[in-house]
């Protein structure tokens, strides 16, 4: 057990010795244990210098050496489900040097990635997607291959992981599906009896007597049938498996997902058993970390450690310490509690994230009226629909990424009956070290195209404040997207007020440019504004846009440009340059935004500046087609600025 993060890397020679799997293969099972304490401890390490998520990967540290050490991989697939536990795997996998590159620009992924590692089968970042990846490799691969999905029980709940389940057993195909269960949601029976009945299950013994048991009683009337219920409800007294049975799968478990023994020895028998099984393995998150094993939320993933501890305060405010800006899912989750109490039919909605989505507080003031569906964004979006049909003021906070997830219900659902339903979007635009799977960078593209939808996108804290406010006063389908992280740090109003819907406002007065901004890179805006003498807007709706504001800007500019965090194809640019060409006026319009290509994972304000959305990006760009417009017209040159 560790109680602290290790600062300089720890003696590791037995991990060291392990650069590949047939490597770990080679080793004595009884060394296995002293592997998985090397490796928890290393990568302690390592996510102590890099950051990221490692309660789930403290918790699988022993399945995955016992996976890597009874299955052929790369040849035999491993398929791992989100990705959260997949470090030790890229550890193991001849990674290990690599991992303090781990979520930095040009150095390893924070999840599963083709393009990365053979050993990596599928690409991962939404949750849920194990089985259905598994079931078609098994379906395209050669008899002779071991297909394995690792999927945990929080991705258990989604719809999808069912779906798969069931298309599974109907096929029959050969494959093994591992209910990583860390005691978050499903089973909590773990001890001597349940084990001892696991390894029954497992055993050769037990499964050549129910295949010879099963050839012998199917040629007598309905004796089979009779044995084979009687087999399930034995279970079912005293396993967790009777639906996964029911479904046709062999379910083997739960198993202690810490005891190498009993996980080498399972699989090992599992291994050469034909058709679809379940192992059901209990694990604990954060294992062998004590102060994430005591609260795995809040140590589900980690900040890099300092170099050196701090020993001095910025001191200010008559010597109170600075005060940070508050995160905009904070802006929400107070905004969320104001609101709750001036309606009591506000309904707060969450698919899994209630943490990340600033709803904590929420959760605990109005128990009554939170409801967090697990990982069922398709659920959660149908389940506001309906409250809306009965008077009631659904709000469902939703990651950007994943309410790509619920678009069909979104479209359906919500948009098509126009129902009053308020999305407040999260993690819009890049997202920095969790890279393209975890990016919001199309919100604004699919939903501006769907109709009675409105759409915000604020500038600072404050807008983002009274824009939700604005939004849930809409009568309708409303949506108002903000990014990871903090703002500027503008004073929020405690006082709400509802904003014109339609209407944006000028920030800045200057000459020929002017920059129409959308969203919070008016910051970045203003200041190459200032560098080119440019006029800035900050339109706030992309939805509805501000058309005579945009008739304006067209009038007195010889050049305008349109800024937004979200793709260029079909964005908020896009919706400008529609307007313009539809009204016929003719005037340059430059849209910067994120390219049509796949952005990896990096510092957020380093991404930015590589795709051109700093200032200087900006700046730069507004100067390049300023000089093509001179060259065009001679008589119009501008001064030198």
């Avoid at 108002?480 to 007020?497: F, K, L, Q």
Wanted: glycine share 10%.
């Amino acid at each position: 057990m560790f109680d602290e993060i290790p600062r300089t890397r720890p003696h590791t020679p037995l991990l060291d010795a392990v650069d590949e799997p047939a490597q770990l293969r080679a080793l004595d099972e009884r060394q296995l244990p002293e592997l998985a304490s090397q490796l928890r401890e290393y990568l302690l390490y390592c996510v102590g210098q890099t950051g990221g998520h490692f309660g789930a990967g403290l918790g699988v540290v022993e399945l995955t050496i016992a996976l890597h050490y009874i299955y052929n991989t790369p040849d035999d697939r491993l398929v791992w489900d989100v990705g959260h536990q997949t470090y030790p795997h890229k550890i193991l996998t001849g990674r290990r040097e690599q991992m303090l590159t781990m979520r930095q620009e040009g150095g390893l992924s924070g999840f599963p990635k083709r393009s990365e590692s053979p050993y990596d089968t599928f690409g991962v970042g939404h949750s849920s997607t194990s089985i259905s990846a598994a079931l078609g490799m098994a379906l395209g691969s050669p008899d002779e291959r071991k297909v394995v999905a690792v999927i945990g029980d929080g991705a258990m709940t989604a719809g999808m992981a069912f779906e798969a389940l069931n298309h599974a057993a109907h096929t029959g195909r050969d494959m093994l599906v591992v209910l990583n269960d860390n005691r978050m949601s499903i089973s909590k029976n773990v001890g001597g009896l349940a084990t001892y009945f696991a390894r029954i299950l497992a055993s050769k013994t037990y499964l050549s007597m129910r295949e010879g048991s099963r050839k012998i009683l199917s040629k007598i009337p309905k004796a089979w049938q009779l044995a084979r219920r009687t087999e399930e409800h034995v279970k079912g007294m005293i396993t967790p498996g009777t639906l996964f049975e029911e479904l046709g799968f062999n379910y083997v478990g739960p198993v202690d997902g810490h005891n190498m023994h009993d996980l080498v020895h399972t699989l090992r028998n599992l291994r050469g058993q034909r058709g679809p099984q379940l192992l059901h393995v209990v694990t604990t998150k954060g294992k062998g970390f004590g102060p994430a094993e005591e609260d795995p939320v809040g140590y589900h993933a980690l900040n890099k450690l300092e170099p050196e501890p701090r020993v001095q305060v910025a001191v200010t405010n008559g010597g109170k310490g600075e005060a940070k800006p508050p995160k905009y899912q904070e802006v929400f989750g107070q905004w969320l509690c104001d609101m709750a109490e001036h309606d009591e039919k506000l309904i707060g909605i969450t698919p899994a994230m209630c943490e990340g989505s600033g709803m904590v507080e929420f959760a605990e003031r109005f128990p009554e009226r939170f409801h967090d569906v697990a990982i069922a964004e398709q659920h959660a979006v149908t389940l506001a629909a309906g409250l809306a049909c009965e008077g009631q003021k659904p709000v469902v906070a939703i990651y950007s990424t994943f309410l790509q997830r619920g678009y069909d219900q979104l479209v359906h659902d919500v948009a098509i009956q126009d129902l009053d339903v308020t999305f407040a979007i999260d993690r819009a635009g890049l997202v920095g070290e969790d890279g393209p799977t975890h990016a919001g960078s199309f919100d604004l593209t699919f939903m501006r195209c769907l109709p009675n939808m409105v759409i915000a996108a604020p500038s600072d804290e404050n807008e983002c404040r009274q824009l939700l406010y604005t939004a849930y006063r809409h009568q309708g389908p409303a949506a108002v997207r903000y990014p990871r992280g903090t703002g500027p740090g503008t004073a929020i109003e405690e006082e709400m007020r509802a904003l014109p819907v339609g209407r944006g406002r000028r920030v800045r007065a200057g000459r020929r440019v002017a920059i129409l901004n959308f969203g919070t890179l008016l910051t970045p805006a203003m200041e190459a504004a200032a560098q080119v003498d440019a006029t800035v807007a900050d339109m706030r709706w992309v939805k509805p846009l501000d058309e005579s504001l945009i008739d304006e800007l067209a009038a007195e500019h010889d050049l305008l440009v349109t800024i937004e965090e979200n793709t260029v194809a079909g964005g908020a640019g896009s919706a400008v340059a529609e307007y313009l060409n539809n009204r016929g006026t003719l005037v340059p319009l430059v849209q910067l935004g994120l390219p049509d290509r796949t952005i990896e994972h990096g510092k957020h304000g380093d991404l930015l500046a590589a795709v051109g959305l700093d200032a200087a990006g900006m700046e730069a760009e507004i100067r390049r087609r300023l000089e093509q417009l001179d060259q065009k017209n001679p008589r119009g040159q501008a001064a030198a600025f």
